[in-house]
């Protein structure tokens, strides 16, 4: 596994403008390292416990992304630690995320996970009730959130049809809001999907953040 080979390839198949998250959970703190050495400076955590133990050793530029289920009662422990937490699934976790960063003076920056998968397994909101959200300008009670855009996830099927249908209702969700004037929103303009298996479709569909773990750090061994 030579994951400076693998990232440079990966990296060199990405195109201008897409940004990529080195998905590193399960992996130790020693192959982050590498790719670190490699130039990597973005990463991706899905578990609080292991992400604060990795994240206390390692380099403080390293830009932090959470993309796991964040339960609420661990919120507090992340707080002023990530640079984008990808994984808001709904509005209690939301208003809590404002809460503890106003408590600890920072702005957080988010994203909205949207939940269009068939399967009952992910989390996210589901697409009427984020749009209705925004519609109903629920954001503007938040202090010190910032919403920077919309991840999602297709569903894991060998069915590609269904993977870009799937991309293509997350981006369609995306726009909508982001081109939304009357929000009057200010940087929202991320739109993080794909991953190891499915990415080039999803940046064909308009993502312009990937994840991408097991193509650079190889299999993961839960
Ligand atoms: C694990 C994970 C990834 C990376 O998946 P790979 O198939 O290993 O590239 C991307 N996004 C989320 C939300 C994940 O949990």
């Known amino acids: 596994m030579n994951v400076a080979e693998n990232l440079a390839e990966v ?35 899905s578990r609080v416990q292991e992400f604060l133990e990795k994240e206390k050793d390692l380099p403080s530029d390293i ?3 959470f993309i796991g289920h964040l339960q609420t009662n661990k919120v507090k422990q992340i707080i002023g630690k990530t640079t984008l937490i990808e994984s808001v699934d709904s509005e209690r976790l939301l ?22 998968a068939k399967e009952e397994t992910k989390f996210g909101f589901y697409p009427e009730e984020l749009l209705q959200y925004f519609s109903e300008r629920r954001f503007e009670k938040l ?38 004037s009357a929000l009057g929103l200010r940087g929202f303009d991320t739109l993080s ?24 750090f190889g299999e993961r061994e839960y």
Not at 95 to 116: C, F, N, P, T
């Open 63 to 65: 830009r932090w992304h």
């Open 143 to 180: 202090t010190n959130t910032h919403i920077c855009g919309v991840m999602g996830m297709a569903s894991n099927t060998d069915d590609l049809s269904r993977v870009r249908a799937d991309f293509r209702e997350i981006a369609s969700i995306y726009r909508s809001i982001a081109d939304d």
């Open 11 to 45: 990296l060199a198949e990405i195109p201008p403008g897409v940004g990529l998250v080195a998905v590193s959970k399960f992996h130790p703190a020693s192959i982050i390292s590498e790719a670190y050495g490699a130039g990597q400076r973005c990463f991706g955590e």
């Open 95 to 116: 208003d809590l995320i404002d809460r503890e960063s106003a408590k600890a003076g920072v702005v957080s920056r988010v994203l909205m996970q949207v939940h269009v």
């Open 193 to 216: 999907m794909g991953m190891s298996g499915d990415w080039r479709i999803a940046v064909e569909e308009g993502s312009n953040l990937v994840r991408i773990g097991t193509r650079i």
